[in-house]
T-cell receptor, first 115, second 111 residues
Framework: DAGVTQSPTHLIKTRGQQVTLRCSPK?????VSWYQQALGQGPQFIFQ???????QRGNFPDRFSGHQFPNYSSELNVNALLLGDSALYLC??????????????FGPGTRLLVL | RKEVEQDPGPFNVPEGATVAFNCTYS??????FFWYRQDCRKEPKLLMSVYSSGNEDGRFTAQLNRASQYISLLIRDSKLSDSATYLC????????????FGKGTKLSVKP
């Protein structure tokens, strides 16, 4: 049973560039959440996708956008990269059951460095 | 005040010690609470969900105190392999479900 997978594992970009990160949820899961974890901090919620729509959003600017595909996989896009976007980007998947979200399982993350 | 606050740490303890982490939260609407473990440069992994009645899993015990708005994690008989950062998180049930994490507390268990 494959867990949550993310690609790429590492990425180096320069300021102003755009980046796309990818996530495949755990088998049987239908909900994908994205988190940003800066060094020494806990993960911060970016947004959550369910049924191909953004359902909830944290306190992140519009430069952060996403998408969910019919197979439940998801992408996170960040435009106009800033140095402060350097972080570990975590994808978490879960299953909605009777309107409630079950436990979230995290992928290994994509480590983004913006120079 | 941050929504979730943890002991700053780091905690440096000898093998076999008992160590306790506390985590306070604001916004009593939170319905679910969790402890995650995160190894260096790895993803968070769920250690325990925290229930009002408290729950225990081997050497680990988690408790929730809604009146005082804190959760705790007790690790008994610490092992070297327990060395990691421990993150507490609160979530919301219903149609929502994002997790709000604390900054984490680093634990180092020494021989």
């Amino acid at each position: 049973d494959a867990g949550v997978t993310q690609s790429p594992t590492h990425l180096i970009k320069t300021r102003g560039q755009q980046v796309t990160l990818r996530c495949s949820p755990k088998s049987g899961h239908d909900t994908v959440s994205w988190y940003q974890q800066a060094l020494g901090q806990g993960p911060q919620f970016i947004f959550q996708y369910y049924e191909e729509e953004e359902r909830q959003r944290g306190n992140f600017p519009d430069r952060f956008s996403g998408h969910q595909f019919p197979n439940y996989s998801s992408e996170l896009n960040v435009n106009a990269l800033l140095l402060g976007d350097s972080a570990l980007y975590l994808c978490a998947s879960s299953l909605r059951w009777r309107g409630a979200q079950e436990t979230q399982y995290f992928g290994p993350g994509t480590r983004l460095l913006v120079l | 005040r941050k929504e979730v606050e943890q002991d700053p740490g780091p905690f440096n303890v000898p093998e076999g010690a008992t160590v306790a982490f506390n985590c306070t939260y604001s916004n009593s609407a939170s319905q679910s609470f969790f402890w995650y473990r995160q190894d260096c440069r790895k993803e968070p992994k769920l250690l325990m969900s925290v229930y009002s009645s408290g729950n225990e899993d081997g050497r680990f015990t988690a408790q929730l105190n809604r009146a005082s708005q804190y959760i705790s994690l007790l690790i008994r008989d610490s092992k070297l392999s327990d060395s990691a950062t421990y993150l507490c998180a609160k979530g919301y049930g219903g149609s929502q479900g994002n997790l709000i994490f604390g900054k984490g507390t680093k634990l180092s268990v020494k021989p």
